[in-house]
Nanobody, 123 residues
Framework: QAQLVESGGGLVQAGGSLRLSCAAS????????MGWFRQAPGKEREFVAA????????AAADSVKGRFTISRDNAKNTVYLQMSSLKPEDTAVYYC????????????????WGQGTQVTVSS
């Protein structure tokens, strides 16, 4: 059974850093584009960043550009989200997801989802 499992979330002070990981299992995700999304309380889920299957292409939301970096290690079936200069508004549950195809910022185009990991940034 295909599964995505996020880890690395936690509580951090504003200006700090965290690295999220998303481990895939149950099938090969090496040909999938992977994305990170987040959802804050009372808000819609929003796109954060995406990476192509080869890692050669990436995209990020304007709100995180220059602060967050997405990467992947296909040998480990793992995708990462390095988050730096964190702000209180980055507080949310972060989800990773996969799709077969190119980069996309639309959550409706992703078909496998993890359970999410909580990131809380204190001011």
């Amino acid at each position: 059974q295909a599964q995505l499992v996020e880890s690395g979330g936690g509580l951090v002070q504003a200006g700090g850093s965290l690295r999220l990981s998303c481990a895939a299992s149950g099938r090969s995700f090496s040909r999938d584009s992977m994305g990170w999304f987040r959802q804050a309380p009372g808000k819609e889920r929003e796109f954060v960043a995406a990476i192509s299957w080869s890692g050669g292409g990436t995209a990020a939301a304007d709100s995180v550009k220059g602060r967050f970096t997405i990467s992947r290690d296909n040998a480990k079936n793992t995708v990462y989200l390095q988050m730096s200069s964190l702000k209180p508004e980055d507080t949310a549950v972060y989800y990773c997801a996969s799709r077969y195809g190119g980069l996309s910022g639309r959550d409706s185009e992703y078909y496998y989802w993890g359970q999410g990991t909580q990131v809380t940034v204190s001011s």
